[in-house]
């Protein structure tokens, strides 16, 4: 069936460390993998996304790989700073137009 | 519009009222998406529309919950004879037009409070 699972589900880091929150995904026709940020009584924002015809993609301290092969896709967020502080969800294109959601991880960036 | 604007923001209605919840997608996305989140939980999908078909409505809870959407643009979420369990923020989200890797823009969201 449509799966995401999203790995760890808390993750604290001191300012400057790195942080990396993991997923997979079930269908292997999934061909889309967007990576959103959450904050407190807002709504998600899109941060980075990758298609399946890419296997890494990077935008300043945000990277994203896939392994397709694997069926895994990870964010990376470098020098991390206290307003990375948030909830980030990855999800995955199914079906061609549904997206599925992860359960989410609540990051903690401690000055 | 600027970006996706759902309305109202927020509503408090009795257990048993009927609510009504309005998405307006941005200009020109043919996809919109309705999904529900409950207090520091993940989002659930309810729902999605590919112009006015919902070929998905998997997602949506019971009977009680039904959407539509008109003219290829707004889409309303209508949730009958309301339960305490359908508190939670609902949000909704549009696509520019079916295919490969197309960006999905998220609104705020409508916080329904059910007491």
Known sequence: GENVEQHPSTLSVQEGDSAVIKCTYSDSASNYFPWYKQELGKGPQLIIDIRSNVGEKKDQRIAVTLNKTAKHFSLHITETQPEDSAVYFCAAIVNTDKLIFGTGTRLQVFP | ?115
């Open chain 2, 1 to 115: 519009g600027a970006g996706v604007s759902q309305s109202p923001s927020n509503k408090v209605t009795e257990k048993g009222k009927d609510v009504e919840l309005r998405c307006d997608p941005i200009s020109g996305h043919t996809a919109l998406y309705w999904y529900r989140q409950s207090l520091g939980q993940g989002l659930e999908f309810l729902i999605y529309f590919q112009g006015n078909s919902a070929p998905d409505k998997s997602g949506l809870p019971s009977d009680r919950f039904s959407a539509e959407r008109t003219g290829g643009s707004v889409s309303t979420l209508t949730i009958q004879r309301t339960q305490q369990e359908d508190s939670a923020v609902y949000l909704c989200a549009s696509r520019s037009y079916r295919g490969f890797g197309n960006t999905i823009y998220f609104g705020e969201g409508s916080w329904l409070t059910v007491v």
